[in-house]
């Protein structure tokens, strides 16, 4: 150690927007750059597949309300709808999902009901589906998440092939809020919502941008990088997932 002359590598990559991402301005035209037609499509497919499977699978033996009986196919428009609206929940928050089309005045949220009904609201959320069931046999990825993992490799692929980080990156963990049931949600007594989902992620430094990220399911948790040996500790590991498709990029 004492003949070692420190050597900083010299940064030469063309980082920034690309793949079609360079000049886009437009808040809708970068929101559709990460969920094209082909995500969108495919949750079309799949939200009405689950919704026949349901009707079929129960109405033998239950009576639907009037609501489920009257489920049409739902449309991309109608899901770019429902994303929307997700989004705008997360500026404008109330306390429940009914809240939002209420029609007093005093509390009322006009937007929401001009675009979508309640019931319509209501009823693509119960059957919002991203994958088929009967692909479970063939599924490859983690178990625990494979009702959402199609949504999960496209959003990762995306991050990846629209932007290239700066040289200043940097991994760390964080966490969710949830409320609901779900086996691999972190129980932290210190915080005051003491329920949350962990997840690693890769973000530049200078712009916050998120490059990939990895969900963490506990023993389930599966990582896959070629630069992973037995003997690389669990922390290491999540950072070498996370590094890799970023190596000899410079």
Not at 76 to 96: A, D
Not at 147 to 169: A, G, M
Not at 213 to 223: D, E, I, M, R, S
Request: charged share 20%; net charge positive.
């Amino acid at each position: 150690m004492d003949n070692y002359t420190e050597h900083r590598e010299v940064f030469s990559c063309d980082f920034g927007p690309r793949n079609g991402a360079e000049n886009v301005n437009d808040i809708v035209q970068c929101f559709e750059l990460f969920f094209d037609k082909e995500i969108i499509q495919q949750i079309v497919r799949e939200t009405n597949r689950y919704a026949e499977q349901y009707k079929n699978d129960r109405g033998k033996l239950f009576s639907f309300r009037l609501l489920v009986r009257s489920w049409t196919c739902v449309t991309e428009s109608e899901i770019y709808t429902l994303l929307g609206l997700f989004l705008l929940m997360g500026i404008v928050q109330k306390p429940t999902t009914r809240s939002y089309f209420l029609k007093r005045r005093v509390i009322s949220t006009p937007g929401f009901a001009d675009v979508i009904s309640r019931d319509r609201f209501e009823l693509i959320c119960k059957f919002l589906y991203f994958i088929d069931n009967e692909s479970l046999p063939t599924y490859q990825g983690p178990t625990i998440l494979f009702k959402i993992y199609p949504v999960i490799c496209h959003l990762n692929i995306k991050f990846q092939t629209l932007y290239l980080p700066n040289q200043n990156i940097a991994i760390d963990e964080s966490l969710t809020l949830w409320k609901g049931c779900l086996s691999i949600r972190q129980y932290l007594p210190l915080k005051g919502s003491k329920f949350r989902i962990k997840t690693f992620k890769l973000c530049e430094s200078r712009t916050g941008y998120l490059w990939c990220f990895l969900a963490h399911t506990g023993k389930y948790t599966v990582l896959q990088s070629s630069l992973i040996t037995p003997d690389t500790p669990k922390t290491a590991a999540v950072v070498l997932e996370l590094l890799e498709p970023l190596y000899n990029e410079c």
